[in-house]
Structures are given as C-alpha cells and as structure tokens.
C-alpha cells in the first residue's frame, strides 16, 4: 500500500500539479491581459460543465456509518437471492472478555466474504454463535459470589445460574461491537452451546460416538491443571519457551544384570544406569527404566573409578559438556543386553526393571529414561504392556500425598516437591548433577499457570479406530487456505490416539453418566443417554443438577436407589466441536461451506469438530477450512496488558489512546480496509501510522467516485452504444473488464489483499491519473449532450457502478454512501448490494485495442518527460503542456504508425492535453517514435484555454466548445 501511494504521488504530482487541473476547481491561467481575461472568464465559468454532487470528500465516519448501513441486508438476500446457498459457519467465540483486535479480524474476514457471495447472487447463511460453558465463566461466577462475602458454600445451581446469567451478559457486548463492524448475520437467532436445543443435540452426538464403542472410561495420564483442579485437552494448552525446570542426572543402582550382558557388565563395581529428567518430583512414581534396544550404550565412569555407569554412546560427548570433565568409553555395550536389567528405585524400596521403549531417542539426556507411568503417556502404555500398574501420589491441586514417602506430604510437586526430591537424591548420594533448564512446557491456557501429567480416571473418546478415516477423508474432500493448513490438520489428527473429554467443572453439560453406590461400576446405555437427551431438550443441562435421580433415569432403574450422578461435564472443545450438528444440522442446512478461523483452531474446533463428525457420521464437516493469524502490535509484538501495547477496535473506530499510540478515531472502514489489505494468513500488525495510511488510501476511493459522481450528475443513464463511444473511452471499457475479472478472482480465492491492491492501481493509476485527467476537458468545456461528453459520461457511470461493487464487500459504509449519491439507487433498491455483482459486457473485451493503447500510453509518457525538459529551458513561455504544441514523427508503415492512423490522430493527441497535436510519416526514423514539442503560438480560448485560434480574440473556434 505505501508502494502504491508513492507511485500515485508522483503521478499526481507531475500532472495535476504541471496542469494546474484539480477534480473541482476552475484554475486561474497565466493571462497576458488580465483585466480582459479576469472579466471574461468569470462570464464563461457559468457556461462550465462543472462537476455536481453532495457526496462528501470526507466519510465524517464516527458519525455517519451507523446511518448508511442496511441493517434488513440478511433476509433481505435470504428472500430475493436465487443462487446456491453458501454456509458460512460461525466458530463460536469465548462468551467472556470484550471484543478484541482478533475478534475484529475474524468477524470481518467472515463478512467480507459473506458480502461477496450477497453480491454474485448467492442466499448466504452465517449464525453467529458463542461458546458459553467452561472454567472462565465458572470463575468469573465464582468471583460474584466472593465479593457477597458468605460463609455459605454456594450450590451447583446457583453457581450454573450466575455463570448463565454472566455470559449472556457478555454475548450483548460482544453482539453489538460486532454488528457496529457492519457484520451481516442473522443476529435474532444466534446460537448459544447453553441453548436447550443445542445441549440436547449435543448428547445425541455422545449417543452416536457410545453407540460406536468409541467412548470408555479409565485410569491413563491427562494433562491437569493444578491451578483450575481438572483435566484438559491438548486444545487447552499453550505453551511457555521461557520456563525454567530444574534438571538433574541421577543413577540408578543395578541390582540384577540380564542375562546377555552379564559376560561383559560384570567386571565393573557399583554398576549403575544414569537417567536425565526435568521433573524430580515424578521419582517418587518410577516404575522402571527405559532404553532403546537399538542404540549402542557404554560403561564409563565419572568419579575416577569407585563407581561405573551405562548411557548412551552417542551421547557421551553432551554428558561430558555438561559435567565438564572427560568420561572414557570403558565397554561398549548393546542396549538389547542391557534389557532384562533389574535396578534399584534411588530412594524407595522396589525395584526399577530395565525395559525396551520405541519413545527413547538420542536427542537429549543419557539414553535413560526414567520411567514413571502415573505421569507420562510413553511410560504408561510400556508399562501397561509389561504389567506395571501406575503410582500416583499427587492430588488434585498438584500436591503430594503420603503416599509419596516421608517429607514429600503436602508439597506443590513443582516448587518445593522439586526441592524436596533433589535434597534427598543428593543425602543418599545419587545426583551426579543438577542444573536449570530452559524448555517450551505446557500451560492451562485459562490460568496461565503451568500443568503437569497425571494418571487420573476420565472418560475419554478412542480416536484410534477412526483417525485414519478422518485424516483420509480431510486430504479427498476439504480444501485449505493457506494450504499447508491441511498438513498440519492431519498430522495432528494423525498422532492422536484418544481425547480426554471429562472435566471436574460444573458450569458445562454433565456426561450423562450414573454410578452404582455400591460397586462404583458406571451405568450408561443407549436407553439412559436417549432419556437424558429429550429431558435437556425440555430443560437444558441444569436439569442434572435440578433434579433427583430417579426423574433422570428411565422408569426401570427408578426407586431402587441405587444410583448416584456423575459429577463430570464435557469439554468445552466437545460442546462447540458438535456445531456441526446442533446448528448446522439442527436448522435444516447443508454442509457448511467454510469454517473460518485463526491457525490455533487446527487443534481446537476444526479439529473437535472434523473428529465428532467422522465419528458420528463417517463424513467431514466441511468443504474448506479458512485460516488467519494473530495480531500483533506495530512492533511486531504480542499484545498484552502487561506490556501496555492492546490495540481495542473500538479505539480505532471512535479514536483515543492504545500504547503508545493515539487514534483520531478513523470509523469501521478503516478498520475493515486494513483487514483486508493483510496478509491474514499469517500473523497481522497493525499501529496508528498503518490505520492512518488505511483512512488516507479509502479518501483517495472517495475522491475517485465524487469526480464520477459529479461528472454524471446531469446524465439520466441513457446507454451509448459500443461503437458510438470514442477510442479511449472503449479503451477504459476493455480496463473495466479487466479490473472486474481481477478483482473476481481474488475474491473467489478470498485473496483480499490483492483487491485492494487492484482498487488502488486502479483508482490512483488508471483513472485519477490517467483517464480522469484527459476528458476532464471533454467533461467540462463540451456541450451537455455532445456525442463525446455522454461518451465519457456512459463510461464513468460503467466504471462507477463497477468500481463501488468491487469495494462493497470491504467498505461497507463508504459504497452505501456512494450508492445513496448514484443512479444506482432506483426502483425500491435501499443497498448497493441489492445491485448484484457487475458483469461487464463481454464485447468490452479487447486485446486489439489494449495493445493500441499501450503503445499510445507510451507516447504519452514520453510527452511528460519531452515537456518537463522543454519547460525548463522555456519557464516563462511554458506553464501547462496547454502552451505546446507537438508533432508526432512515425515511421511510415510502422506499427505505430498504424495505431494513430486507426485510432485518430485526433484522439491520440487528446491524451496529451496540449494545444495542438500533428502527424508527420517519414520514411527514415532511427527512432519508434519522435515527439517534437514548441511553444504554441496561438492564442488561448477564455473558456476552454485551448491554444486554438490564430487571431486575437477570446473565443474558441473549435466545435466542441461552445463559447458563443
């Protein structure tokens, strides 16, 4: 965009401001008698052909956008488009917080394409929707109740209804800065996941997943958040590059040797095996010991021979690093005869086996890995396979049990848990070494505090049996933008084995699941979840905690009292990732065409969604996924409070200060414009300077239409027929339909950047500072209804309907202002995009007369610099290129020749705007071409200032200027 706007400046520079010519303004001449000249032509500016409009230069945005938009634009296309229907399906946004800058890109993103497709003709279905369950909101909920200040614990039902109430609260904030942005969208039936029908929709696809076996519970590792006491998905986490662990290198004594590797191992005293983990506090929990059977280990030693101990070979060079000391290669040894190897637990009396695991490798560490099943998902599964049940003695907020020895009770695992593990591994003379490491680690995305890994029961969703399908039918039958989003999709889908789907909250919709009081063992058939269903449909979710039991079983399992509810609810990624079927399904709509949001969705919703949806339906849930990144400050930095650079929208739309930066308060356009001019693929920035340069880029679109505007004023739209229209203007016609296939297809490949690219090329190049200048004299000094004025005129009014429609779906208010001003408002019309998608005339197009034009644009160019040299030899004589006249010299029979013979010297001269414009063939020319530019010798007409007349007096003698 800066690019462009220097290249207009030239442009601009060099001929508005040579020509003295402004869109709106008679300029005063250099006159010789100026008495004569002022009277004479104050009586002929009256005759002037100047342009007429209210359509103001400036958008006065802040107060006159919410009056242009077409708030009935959303049924009204419903009810009158006749094309295919496009489903753009809202990913629901977080119902908490105010609407930020990635709300603003997202929203607007999805608008401009729904604008579009409103344009081509298409009935366009966008629901927005909000996701409402979830620990923030429970939180936030949770806070109301503090501030109360009671003793009182609250009940689940109070706390389900302050939490309801809290979100919905924030749904009409959101709602309302959103539809401010001028986003279309059927606003009075927007979905909720806490709507009754939706909750009830939500349990029929659990039903299906059931029915699939694909739902089980069981004891396995999960990710879990001390600091929110449940369990989370992988979607949930974000993680920190800056975090600190404390690393240490610990031995692990051999008490049996295995078989194959007693013949050599033997020999060497105080034997041991050296693991590397950045988590002390899982020593409590090691079951066993893992290598690769496939690596070549040694025996070295680090103490100078009292003792000896087995890593990785490869490895030794990193080990040596680290205790800066050099260790020698003793024995070499294969990691299959050192399977079977028995060692002894550091601290705890048990023993740790040596076992074989594919999940070892040679990246970092000894070679060894310490092995603890309760707390890490490889450990787990090979010790699952050999028998090793997990230990766990850490409770829910993160804190060791008494389980986990003497001196560990009560500790937070991550602080002094770490400390107390070490301290005791250094008395007991086992820490070789100890150090801080630095490593990218998980956090809960909600608290921003860090999590850990630990073995708990959950219900979980078995994604092995249908990730292969999934990730086939993503590859067959979606598209991406970017396309390496599809990559990415699918090797995520690719690696993941099961989804944890329970969480330990009680604002969310409960797994329809009840206990025997006695044996614990879970009751949960097709008959009970279909039970369940229909209650929510009547009741929604609360019901689970409103009613008793017996109301929620079917009516066999009634009045035994036997059963008590489960306690767990759904995660938040399973309620918006079954939209698919609660609203799209759920309203009668095909498969959504679009699912459109930022890049950390390949492992949220696109991901939830595309997993419910195979797995319920064996089908993909949509046809293309649409990816934006983040944005970011002017510096390229992530916005946060703490840094103090958050940009809000709605200080960009109604101006103040964010960071360091001040808005003038630039209206939603500016915003929309700078959406669109991004490369939203990746990650956007955006600064007062950039929103600046936006408003000062969509003054000049405005300034294009008003000359349009004001030159057609008293053109009733009459059409000219094609061959009765002049050269350029057939020219400009043959643009128009170039431009309008560019803009088309960036749009259909949502390459948005690229339309406002072509806008302004268009807009600064080929009209303001090409077109626009050559028939400003045609416009303005011609007859009303001369032949060559409504000729320029038919063609502005083309070029004026097809340049609003191509900046509609970006700039919303500022076409709905242009519309208002235009004959484009007829009929019962109320919006520019009840006009449709302009269609040029397919004889428009024409290569003959692009190439003619070319070469003519050519000659042109080098009048510009022919006269600017002649202008500084002459300054007194030459003002304007109005005070020369030129002589074209051709080679006779050459191409160029040829273009002016059939174009017409006549109009080839007119793109000069100078006095007097001859041709001359010669047979010899070194040269294509050869301007040769004099001082006119004429004398100026008083109306049109043409040198034109060889006597004296102030009138024009030409046709086209009717001065008498």
């Known amino acids: 965009l800066l690019l462009l706007n220097k290249m207009y400046q030239i442009t601009a520079r060099h001929i508005a401001g040579n020509l003295r010519l402004r869109h709106f303004q008679v300029p005063v001449r250099h006159q010789s008698d100026k008495a004569t000249r002022e009277s004479t032509t104050s009586s002929f500016s009256e005759t002037l052909n100047l342009p007429q409009t209210d359509f103001p230069m400036r958008a006065n945005a802040k107060q006159r956008e919410p009056q242009l938009i077409y708030q009935q634009l959303y049924q009204w296309q419903q009810e009158n488009n006749d094309g295919t229907l496009f489903v753009n399906h809202d990913g629901p946004p977080y119902a908490n917080g105010s609407p930020h800058m990635g709300h603003a890109l997202n929203k607007i993103l999805k608008d401009i394409v729904n604008r579009y497709k409103v344009l081509r003709g298409h009935k366009v279905s966008y629901i927005p929707g909000w996701d409402c369950h979830g620990l923030p909101i429970e939180m936030k909920a949770s806070e109301i109740i503090q501030k109360e200040k009671r003793k009182e614990k609250p009940s689940s039902t109070e706390l389900r209804q302050l939490a309801r109430k809290y979100a919905l609260g924030q749904i009409e904030q959101q709602k309302e800065a959103f539809r401010s942005w001028g986003v279309m969208g059927d606003w009075d039936n927007a979905y909720k996941t806490m709507d009754h029908e939706y909750e009830s929709r939500q349990i029929g696809v659990f039903l299906k997943l059931f029915q699939r076996g694909l739902i089980y519970r069981a004891l396995k590792p999960v990710f879990w958040s001390p600091s929110s006491i449940t369990a989370l998905a992988e979607a949930e986490l974000e993680y920190n590059d800056e975090h600190i662990s404390p690393s240490v290198y610990v031995t692990f004594p051999v008490q049996q040797l295995s078989a194959s590797g007693k013949e050599k191992l033997e020999q060497y005293s105080n034997l041991s095996l050296m693991i590397w983990t950045t988590t002390p506090w899982t020593l409590p929990s090691n079951k066993a010991l893992c290598i690769n059977s496939a690596f070549a280990y040694c025996v070295t030693t680090v103490d100078g021979g009292k003792s000896h101990t087995i890593v990785a070979e490869a490895l030794l060079p990193k080990l040596e690093s680290v205790l800066d000391k050099k260790l020698p290669i003793l024995c070499s040894v294969s990691g299959a005869d050192i399977v079977g190897a028995v060692c002894q637990h550091p601290f705890r009396p048990q023993p740790s086996p040596v076992l074989h695991g594919e999940h070892v490798t040679l990246e970092s560490g000894t070679g060894v890995v310490h092995t603890a099943p309760g707390h890490g998902v490889d450990d787990f599964k090979v010790c699952q396979e050999h028998g090793i049940e997990a230990f766990v003695p850490v409770n829910d907020y993160g804190k060791f049990t008494s389980l986990a020895g003497e001196g560990f009770e009560g500790k937070f695992v991550l602080t002094d848990g770490n400390n107390a593990v070490i301290e005791l591994l250094q008395q007991v003379g086992v820490l070789v070494h100890k150090e801080n490491y630095k490593h990218k680690y998980p956090y809960d995305w909600r608290t921003k505090k860090p999590v850990i890994v630990r073995a708990t029961t959950q219900w979980f969703a078995g994604l092995t049996d249908i990730k292969e399908h999934a990730a086939s039918v993503l590859q067959e039958n979606v598209s991406f933008t970017p396309a390496y989003g599809k990559a990415r999709l699918s090797a995520m889908v690719a690696t993941r084995d099961d989804w944890c789907i329970s969480r330990q909250r009680v604002w969310g919709v409960p797994i329809p699941v009840f206990y025997d009081k006695d044996t614990g063992n879970p009751l949960m058939n097709d008959e009970t979840i279909e039970h369940i269903q229909k209650i929510f449909l009547e009741h929604g979710s609360d019901a689970w905690w409103d009613l ?202 949502l390459s948005f950047a690229k339309v406002v690219q072509s806008l302004l090329v268009f807009s600064n190049i080929e009209l303001s500072a090409f077109y626009f200048d050559v028939i400003k004299d045609r416009l303005y000094t011609s007859p009303k209804a001369s032949p060559q004025r409504r000729s320029a005129q038919f063609v502005l009014s083309q070029i004026l309907r097809a340049f609003t429609v191509a900046m509609a779906p970006v700039l919303c208010h500022t076409t709905e202002d242009i519309f208002q001003h235009s004959l484009m408002k007829e009929g019962t019309k109320e919006s520019i995009f009840q006009c449709g998608w302009f269609e040029p005339n397919e004889q428009w197009k024409s290569p003959e007369l692009e190439q003619q034009w070319k070469k003519i644009r050519e000659l042109r160019q080098q009048f510009h610099i022919s006269f600017e040299d002649l202008k500084k030899k002459q300054p007194d004589a030459i003002r304007t290129p109005i005070d020369v006249d030129v002589k074209v010299v051709v080679k006779k029979n050459s191409d160029v020749h040829a273009i002016i013979e059939k174009v017409g010297i006549y109009h080839v001269g007119e793109v000069f705007i100078a006095s007097e414009v001859t041709l001359e063939a010669v047979d010899e020319l070194e040269k294509e071409f050869e301007l040769v530019l004099t001082p006119s010798e004429t004398v100026k007409c008083a109306r049109c200032w043409k040198r034109v007349s060889k006597s004296s007096n102030l009138f024009c003698d030409k046709d086209f200027c009717p001065a008498e």
Do not use: C
């Open 548 to 749: 008793e039991v017996d109301a929620l079983l079917p009516p066999k399992y009634r009045g035994q009292d036997k059963y008590t509810k489960g306690s767990d609810t759904m995660d938040v990624w399973f309620d918006s990732g079954v939209s698919w079927d609660a609203v799209v399904n759920g309203r009668g709509l095909p498969k959504a065409d679009m699912y459109l949001e930022g890049s950390d969705q390949h492992r949220g919703w696109f991901q939830s969604s595309l997993l419910t949806s195979v797995g319920a339906t064996n089908e993909v849930p949509y046809k293309k996924i649409v990816t934006h990144g983040f944005v970011l400050d002017g510096e390229g930095k992530k916005m946060s409070k703490s840094l103090g650079n958050v940009i809000e929208p709605q200080v960009v739309i109604h101006g103040g200060k964010a960071g360091k930066d001040r808005f003038e308060g630039f209206g939603v356009d500016a915003l929309r414009f700078w959406v669109a001019s991004t490369d939203y693929t990746s990650d956007v920035s955006i600064s007062a300077h950039l929103i600046t340069e936006m408003s000062n880029q969509i003054r000049k679109l405005r300034n294009t239409a008003r000359f349009m505007l004001g030159n057609i004023a008293d053109y009733d739209g009459t059409p000219v027929a094609y061959e009765d229209l002049l050269p350029l203007d057939r020219y400009m016609l043959h643009n128009v339909q170039e431009f309008v296939s560019s803009i088309t297809t960036n749009y259909d490949n």
